[in-house]
T-cell receptor
Framework: DAGVIQSPRHEVTEMGQEVTLRCKPI?????LFWYRQTMMRGLELLIY????????DSGMPEDRFSAKMPNASFSTLKIQPSEPRDSAVYFC???????????FGEGSRLTVL | GDSVTQMEGPVTLSEEAFLTINCTYT??????LFWYVQYPGEGLQLLLK?????DKGSNKGFEATYRKETTSFHLEKGSVQVSDSAVYFC???????????FGAGTTVTVRA
């Protein structure tokens, strides 16, 4: 298996622009997680899905952030409008079952100017 | 809330030195405990785990023992290599909560 695939790997955009990050989980995994990593706050869980249904979005910082999972093989994290403080590395991770190993993608590094 | 606290870095060591990274946890239930490693430019990878008290997780020469009495899960390696340079994260999850809560991460640099 190719692992969790994220795109883009790097994104540089200007404040106010819309940003869409994409994730393809490992086939057969029924849990998908979006994390954000910054130097100041470490790793923060933003939202997670089970069988394509959002279960807990309490970590989503603001209404500017939204996430979808239209099917078992694809998820998006959207920021609209983006702000400089959104600059971070965003990780997608997937897992099979409630207690399985969590597999991370390589991350999407976002820079908002 | 449930959380982990791990030793702040950065930690710089010479090759073949002994490494310890402290991790303590706070949880209302009986968590599973994990160590993840992040190599430069990559995502996190599971290094080892323990699911109940007194369990020892081990992998790649690293070990950690789940100590309920001290609520700790310290990571150790007896002889580090340059290739062990990475950021190490302690994490926990509860059986009734499918999320993983991560510590702040400890940056380890091993010099030849």
């Amino acid at each position: 298996d190719a692992g969790v695939i994220q795109s883009p790997r790097h994104e540089v955009t200007e404040m106010g622009q819309e940003v869409t990050l994409r994730c393809k989980p490992i086939s057969g995994h029924d849990y998908l997680f979006w994390y954000r990593q910054t130097m100041m706050r470490g790793l923060e869980l933003l939202i997670y899905f089970n069988n394509n249904v959002p279960i807990d979005d309490s970590g989503m910082p603001e209404d500017r952030f939204s996430a979808k999972m239209p099917n078992a093989s694809f998820s998006t994290l959207k920021i609209q409008p983006s702000e400089p403080r959104d600059s971070a590395v965003y990780f997608c991770a997937s897992r099979q079952g409630s207690a399985g190993e969590l597999f991370f993608g390589e991350g999407s590094r976002l820079t908002v100017l | 809330g449930d959380s982990v606290t791990q030793m702040e870095g950065p930690v710089t060591l010479s090759e073949e030195a002994f490494l310890t990274i402290n991790c303590t946890y706070t949880a209302t239930g009986y968590p599973s405990l994990f160590w993840y490693v992040q190599y430069p430019g990559e995502g996190l990878q599971l290094l080892l785990k323990a699911t109940k008290a007194d369990d020892k997780g081990s992998n790649k020469g690293f070990e950690a023992t789940y100590r309920k009495e001290t609520t700790s899960f310290h990571l150790e390696k007896g002889s580090v290599q340059v290739s062990d340079s990475a950021v190490y994260f302690c994490a926990l999850s509860l059986s009734n909560d499918y999320k993983l809560s991560f510590g702040a991460g400890t940056t380890v640099t091993v010099r030849a």
